[in-house]
């Protein structure tokens, strides 16, 4: 059971729009710790996709934007493409843990 | 353009010592702190730890007991040990950045290794 919560999967069609969630607590997202996100290519390596809610690194396409409200935080896909089917994960610190904690991921599926 | 690159054996007997090196090519260590994180097959990723050229470590005190991190500047490397392995350490290693700074514990990972996989079997 992972301390950030994501849904098991989401899916769109080419050219859609779609939204990953990631839910925390107080002790986490709820604690204004940033939440960072990382797309995962099957049989890959995670690559940060978005890191500080919202920032997007260099090379990432503005398709991919990040927001974040409360305890909670989400990823945005817009004008879907074949090359985003992977899997997602949301990132961030928490305080009672006393670790960086990952949600349990969700994985993207382009129909 | 920074890349790592993780080693080490990809069979450990259980109860053993899982051993693993991140070599890091295309940039110097220091300034930044350096993860290791592991993902189990079919899984969720778990960060295990951090580590600073200085040797100062922060790890996940659900691993704590187990885990024993060191760098090597002069090698341009860093490396992990987990000792008293079971199956459920069964998983793919990686090692990354650490974009922590400290001491506001914000931080993200990237870029990352590839990923060894290791196996705690007899």
């Known amino acids: 059971q992972s301390v950030l919560t994501q849904p098991p999967s989401v899916s769109g069609a080419p050219g859609q729009r779609v939204t990953i969630s990631c839910t925390g607590g107080?002790?986490?997202?709820?604690?204004?710790?940033?939440v960072h996100w990382y797309q995962q290519i099957p049989g890959t390596a995670p690559k940060l996709l978005i890191s500080?809610?919202?920032n997007r690194p260099s090379g990432v396409p503005d398709r991919f934007s990040g927001s974040k409200s409360g305890t909670s935080a989400s990823l945005a896909i817009t004008g879907l493409q074949a090359e985003d089917e992977a899997d997602y994960y949301c990132?961030?610190?928490?305080?009672?843990?006393?670790?960086?904690?990952f949600g349990g991921g969700t994985k993207l599926t382009v129909l | 353009q920074v890349q790592l690159q993780e080693s080490g054996p990809g069979l450990v007997k259980p109860s053993g010592t899982l051993s693993l090196t991140c070599n890091v090519s295309?940039?110097?260590?220091?300034?930044?702190?350096w993860s290791w994180i592991r993902q189990p097959a079919g899984k969720g990723l778990e960060w295990i730890g951090r580590?600073?050229?200085?040797?100062?470590?922060n790890y996940n005190p659900s691993l704590k007991s187990r885990v024993a991190m060191s760098v090597d500047t002069s090698k341009n490397q860093f490396s992990l040990k987990l000792r008293s392995v079971t199956a459920a350490d069964t998983a793919i290693y990686f090692c990354?950045?650490?974009?922590?700074?400290?001491?506001?514990?914000?931080?993200?990972?990237?870029?990352w290794g590839q990923g060894i996989l290791v196996t705690v079997s007899s």
């Open positions: 580590i600073y050229r200085t040797g100062d470590t």
């Open positions: 990132q961030s610190y928490d305080s009672y843990l006393s670790a960086s904690v």
């Open positions: 500080g809610n919202s």
């Open positions: 990354a950045r650490d974009e922590f700074t400290g001491p506001d514990p914000d931080n993200w990972f990237g870029p």
């Open positions: 107080s002790s986490n997202i709820g604690a204004a710790y940033d």
């Open positions: 295309g940039d110097s260590l220091t300034g930044y702190y």
